[in-house]
């Protein structure tokens, strides 16, 4: 499991250890982490021209100290101060170890001095490490900050512990902030490495153990051995009932394709039957391709909702009696206000959410943990937000994410899979919260596989997945 910790818990946590350790050791330990994710970037350290952009905090003292590491192997190191105050330690050593160091001129009111007194950058750097600030940032740039990144621009970034300028805490962007290849954290992720569109910003992950403890996450992402371990697998003496029988309400005469990649997404092999229960023509040409799937009867969950159109009230309210776990998409997530405190997976993408909250579509993709959070709190059940970081809340557990996925994925129909398959994991005996997360991981994770870095349509995505549950670990 990946996890993720609010600035408080690391705050909390790293009193404990600096409270033990020798002066320093922490950072030091942050810092060598930090230098060999550098090394691994460029290849080595010899001859490399290392630019640090130092800020007035610890995170610049990160930079300055990674900045020795790399010097004492080789590396041309220079930093730019962009505060008249930085860690003047860090500071010593780096100009000790023959680092280059240049003051920016912070009272200049544009800030952006850099390229008129000190000229241009005459010779590119090979790596930008931005050092500006940590998890003690306010979300934003100063302008010293934005010249100076502006002055290397397409220049690959290592940030250092989070890449400046986003909001910790809620993986929100509000101003400027860094784009970067790679990000290097320190004890644990934090929020803004897993949710969008900070997330985005901040490249690749690298963690650094520094010997935290910490307490449970806010935040957390499942990972193959999780998923393996929460998967439902036939036992030896199953049978198709023992197993679970999902029952399909999509689709409508409009929309029979709906309904035909629900039942793909649920007839994958991970539910003992597949009953699907709607118009009798669409049920025929499901049968002529998948002819184990069986009409009307009794089911342990129910998905209503794809393609349903006009009938989607009534196919969500003919599910309520059965006291089975339900999931609710696209058409039907207009009447979830039905299944409030109980057993279900909503599962709407930004602009349904937005129907469902009165918000606005660009409000929910700017703040999709804090809407996510509210619409779990609001409905009392599991709400999964479709995109590019799938996020899946329940009250009172953390939001896990799912980092699976390929935008190709991205391509009408594969939200239909996706509630095909968490209902099948739901008759499988999951709970509404793992349900979500397990298929939005092996929906996204079959995606990938299905893509091979080119296109897909929804139907792909359903035929891989027997393939991706094969390939988990025992
Ligand atoms: N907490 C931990 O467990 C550890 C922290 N370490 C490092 O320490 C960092 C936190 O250091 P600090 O608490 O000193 O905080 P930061 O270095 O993140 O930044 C705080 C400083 O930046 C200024 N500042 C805030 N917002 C700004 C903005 N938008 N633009 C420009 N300046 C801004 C503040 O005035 C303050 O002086 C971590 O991110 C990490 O890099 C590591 O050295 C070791 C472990
Ligand atoms: N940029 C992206 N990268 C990866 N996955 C994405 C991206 N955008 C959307 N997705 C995923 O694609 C699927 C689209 O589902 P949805 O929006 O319901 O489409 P439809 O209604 O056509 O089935 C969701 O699983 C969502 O998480
Ligand atoms: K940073």
């Known amino acids: ?190 929020i803004a490495h897993l949710v969008d569109p900070a997330a985005e910003a901040g490249g690749v992950t690298h963690l650094v153990d520094i010997g935290l403890d910490l307490p449970a996450p806010a935040l957390e992402a499942l990972q193959p051995a999780d998923v393996a371990a929460l998967l439902p697998r036939p036992a030896s003496q199953a049978h198709k009932y023992t197993r679970g029988v999902v029952g399909i309400r999509t689709g409508s005469t409009t929309y029979p394709g709906a309904a035909m990649l629900s039942v793909a997404g649920a007839d994958c092999g991970l539910a003992g039957m597949v009953r699907f229960v709607g118009d009798a023509a669409v049920l025929d040409r499901i049968r002529t391709v998948r002819p184990e799937i069986v009409g009307d009867g009794r089911v342990q969950a129910w998905v209503v909702g794809s393609g349903s159109h006009q009938t989607a009230e009534g196919q969500l309210s003919a599910t309520l009696d059965d006291g089975v776990p339900i999931v609710v998409d696209a058409d039907a997530l207009e009447f979830a206000d039905m299944v409030a405190g109980r057993r279900a997976v909503l599962t709407p993408h930004a602009g349904e959410l937005a129907g469902m909250l009165g918000a606005d579509r660009h409000e929910i993709e700017a703040r999709p943990l804090h809407f996510v959070r509210r619409a779990a709190e609001a409905y009392r059940t599991t709400v999964l937000l479709k995109g590019r970081h799938t996020l899946i809340a329940h009250p009172g557990r953390p939001v896990r994410v799912t980092t699976t996925g390929t935008p190709w994925l991205a391509t009408a129909g594969a939200g239909d899979v996706l509630g095909g398959l968490i209902g099948a994991l739901l008759a499988g005996g999951l709970t509404p919260y793992d349900a979500a997360s397990v298929g939005s991981w092996l929906h996204g994770a079959a995606a990938t596989y299905a893509s091979q870095g080119g296109p897909i349509v929804a139907g792909d995505v359903a035929r891989a997945l027997p393939a991706v549950v094969a390939s988990l670990p025992a």
């Not at 010899?46 to 610890?58: C, N």
């Not at 750097?125 to 397409?154: K, S």
């Open 1 to 190: 499991m990946i996890r993720a910790h609010t600035v408080e818990q690391v705050r909390a946590a790293e009193a404990v250890l600096l409270a033990e350790l020798p002066e320093g050791a922490l950072m030091q330990r942050a810092a060598h982490g930090l230098a060999y994710a550098v090394l691994d970037l460029l290849g080595g350290g010899y001859g490399r021209r290392v630019l640090l952009l130092v800020g007035s905090g610890d995170n610049g003292g990160d930079a300055l100290y990674a900045g020795v590491v790399l010097a004492r192997r080789g590396a041309i190191v220079e930093a730019w101060l962009l505060s008249d105050k930085v860690h003047e330690a860090g500071l010593a050593a780096l100009r000790a170890a023959g680092g280059r160091v240049r003051r920016l001129d912070t009272s200049s009111p544009g800030g952006s001095d850099y390229s008129t007194s000190q000229g241009p950058v005459s010779s590119p750097f090979d790596v930008v490490v931005d050092g500006i600030v940590g998890i003690g940032g306010r979300p934003g740039l100063r302008p010293q900050a934005v010249a100076a990144l502006e002055a290397v621009r397409g220049i690959p970034v290592v940030a250092v512990d989070v890449p400046s300028g986003v909001d910790v805490d809620s993986g929100e962007v509000s101003g400027p902030h860094v784009t970067a290849e790679v990000t290097v954290t320190f004890g644990t992720h934090k």
